[in-house]
Nanobody, 123 residues
Framework: QVQVVESGGGLVQPGGSLRLSCAASGRSLGYYNIGWFRQAPGKEREFVAAITSSGAATYYADSVKARFTISRDNAKNMVFLQMNSLRPEDTAVYYC????????????????WGQGTQVTVSS
């Protein structure tokens, strides 16, 4: 079992940047493909980005492609989400999660979830 903890959220103006971090305890994150999801008030949890265990492949939602970058440092047991050119519609709680099996894009494919970190984009 692994426990994941997200950090790095906050309030940022439109056009700004934030870097989210995902840390783990228990089993090493290096064993897992990792996804980032987000959930805005009144909306379903949606896929943002994912990265394979080695970091060789990445996947993005169309809404964040070319603005967000997922990366990982397995030596430090960390996964990151660099978010640039932030928009008000990016406002949500962001979750880090370990993939169990199935589609990259479905929340049901993921097993261990953190508590989330709030990202608010507002002027």
């Amino acid at each position: 079992q692994v426990q994941v903890v997200e950090s790095g959220g906050g309030l940022v103006q439109p056009g700004g940047s934030l870097r989210l971090s995902c840390a783990a305890s228990g089993r090493s994150l290096g064993y897992y493909n990792i996804g980032w999801f987000r959930q805005a008030p009144g909306k379903e949890r949606e896929f943002v980005a994912a990265i394979t265990s080695s970091g060789a492949a990445t996947y993005y939602a169309d809404s964040v492609k070319a603005r967000f970058t997922i990366s990982r440092d397995n030596a430090k047991n960390m996964v990151f989400l660099q978010m640039n050119s932030l928009r008000p519609e990016d406002t949500a709680v962001y979750y880090c999660t370990t993939q169990y099996s199935g589609s990259w894009y479905q929340a049901t494919s993921y097993e261990y979830w953190g508590q989330g970190t709030q990202v608010t984009v507002s002027s």
